[in-house]
């Protein structure tokens, strides 16, 4: 272990969700240490971006565009990519979401609230909770199902979700990405005991709260100072600071190196400052 040196050469990686800011700093790891990208994203033009800044660094990568809850679609994107760099070593499940309508507009029920039109439980969008729900569990289900298939007989290959804190203790108002998000937890264990005799390893990233483009208006007022929301996450975040997109790198580079991690299967990392071990007290 001296001597080991880290290298992604010759591996071949599809990141679903590939045009977002936190799928985008996993490209940018995976590809430094030699891998080939490729980035699948419903919005093709944030992949072919996203791609572009890999490439200029010196990186092989490519967008594709790609809809995490179309098996058509993940089969078609897919085999571009086998014409373009082989088959998959790594897959990175990263898309997902949540959305404003399968929200609650507040974090406990009062008999107030309940009728000053903020949005209660019994007021979610339907509609929206089965969109939440497919995008962050089916959405993951379909890229594993397709690609999957090509890993088994490979060496070394690796499946790795994206959970969340809100699995372990969810959020007030995220009710439904947090339960989607549970499920991945607990499909991400499924998965590795069915795939650990074809040497596929599977395991989750836990991220707590980062800033990224699709919180950052939550996370802050306008005048730039923190949100009533953020003093609540920062009290109760040991390390007392939002994470770094960055900071979720290592351990992913970790977890898809058979060399250091060859033993590791069906975990779910938690990457949070310490929010999730910490009761308030």
């Known amino acids: 272990m001296n001597n080991y040196d880290f290298n992604l050469k010759d591996k071949v990686a599809v ?12 490209a940018k ?31 092989i990568a490519k967008g594709y565009k790609a809809d995490v809850l179309s098996k058509e679609s993940i089969l078609a994107a897919y085999e571009e990519v086998r014409k373009d760099f082989g088959t998959c070593d ?52 379909i890229p594993t199902q397709v690609i999957c298939k090509d890993m ?57 709260f980062f800033v990224t483009n699709l919180n950052r208006n939550i996370m802050y007022k306008e005048d730039g100072t923190l949100s009533s929301r953020s003093e609540k996450i920062l009290a109760g975040t040991p390390m007392g600071r939002f994470g770094d997109p960055e900071e979720c790198a290592g351990t992913l580079l970790y977890l898809v190196d058979p060399k250091l991690s060859g033993f590791v299967t069906g975990a779910v990392i938690p990457i949070d400052g310490g929010f999730s071990s910490y009761c308030g007290v």
């Open 15 to 26: 990141i679903t969700g590939g045009g977002g800011s936190l799928a985008g700093v996993f």
């Open 29 to 59: 790891a995976l590809s430094s240490n030699g891998a080939k990208v490729a980035l699948f994203d419903i919005n093709k033009e944030a992949a072919d971006i996203a791609a572009a800044e890999i490439v200029k660094a010196g990186g």
């Open 90 to 141: 790594i897959l990175l499940n990263g898309a997902g979401t949540h959305h404003p309508l399968a929200t609650t507009g507040h974090g406990q029920l009062t008999e107030e609230n309940m009728v000053d039109g903020s949005r209660s439980f019994f007021d979610l969008d339907i509609e929206k909770v089965e969109w939440v729900n497919r995008l962050d569990f089916i959405g993951t289900f």
């Open 152 to 208: 088994v007989g490979k060496k070394g290959c690796s499946v790795i979700n994206i959970s969340s804190m809100n699995a372990i203790s969810p959020t007030t108002t995220v009710p439904i990405y947090s339960a989607a998000k549970a499920g991945i937890s607990n499909f991400t264990s499924w998965l590795s005991t069915y795939f650990s005799l074809v040497d596929i390893r599977v395991n989750a990233l836990a991220p707590g």
